[in-house]
């Protein structure tokens, strides 16, 4: 598991992160959102039935102390830029998890030794202050204020690059200023194995409840039944946007459902 985690950083640190689109291509390498894709979205979930939550992290329990420290002992090891402050600065007020970069930054909050199976959903709770300058899938710059990946089993697939370790599967989760929802991009690597989909475009200071239908979307994107979740992942990168890196966003809650 270790070492699955290991690679898990490797690859977001410096693969997934920052521009992962080709010179040749600006525009993003899109699919096109099929029926079960498009259903995915909030305002369509609202005549389902209420389903069991079978796992949450929860930022709102927070009494005080180093914000690093209690991420630890919730299971949450910060890496990279997120490492430090000021690089990015972490707080807690009103039950919310504030994650703002002042700089061009990379960082991330990984959830290490999880294994979640029979998950058919999430449910995340979150908000952006301030989106990165011109950050847009469809331009080619894959930076966000806060994206949430999920990874799926142990099985590894191509990565695409030689020097790059392969990796399961994986859904990273953002809410963009303005890319459309429900559109599963690729990155310039792992084109059999990732993707990357906005599920919202909330004004600032907006609080949303995005819910994301993984065994469907899964199946959609990659032909086959989902497995166990097997990692998570928060992530911030600026480090290719305009305003001097500057963004901030916020996470009160996510839930898995059966």
């Not at 600006?26 to 069991?52: G, H, I, W, Y």
């Not at 032909?223 to 305003?243: F, N, Q, R």
């Amino acid at each position: 598991m270790k070492s699955f985690i290991a690679s898990i950083t490797f690859i977001v640190i410096f693969v997934l992160s920052g521009n992962v689109f080709s010179e040749e291509n600006k525009r993003a390498e899109t699919q096109e959102p099929s029926q079960d894709a498009k259903d995915n979205s909030l305002e369509k979930q609202d005549n389902e039935k209420v389903q069991k939550v079978k796992y949450v992290i929860d930022f709102s329990n927070y009494s005080g102390g180093p914000v690093r420290k209690w991420l630890e002992s919730k299971g949450l090891y910060c890496e990279g830029a997120a490492k430090y402050h000021p690089e990015i600065e972490l707080s807690v007020k009103d039950g919310k998890l504030f994650i703002k970069t002042k700089q061009p930054v990379r960082g991330f909050v990984v959830c290490k030794d999880i294994i979640l199976p029979e998950v058919s959903k999430v449910r995340i709770e979150w908000g952006i202050i301030k989106y990165p300058k011109d950050a847009s899938f469809e331009r080619g710059k894959r930076n966000q204020a806060l994206s949430f990946y999920i990874f799926f089993g142990s099985e590894n697939l191509s990565s695409g690059y030689f020097m790059i370790p392969d990796l399961p599967y994986f859904i990273s989760l953002f809410l963009g200023e303005a890319d459309e929802i429900n559109i599963p991009y690729k990155g310039r690597y792992f084109h059999a194995s990732g993707r990357f989909v906005c599920i919202g475009n909330p004004e600032l200071k907006e609080t949303v409840i995005s819910e994301f239908n993984l065994t469907s979307a899964f199946q959609t994107y990659y032909e086959k039944e989902a497995p166990a979740i097997s990692g998570l992942c928060l992530e911030v990168d600026t480090t290719t946007t305009g305003g001097g890196g500057k963004a901030e966003a916020y996470i009160k809650r996510i839930e898995f459902l059966e």
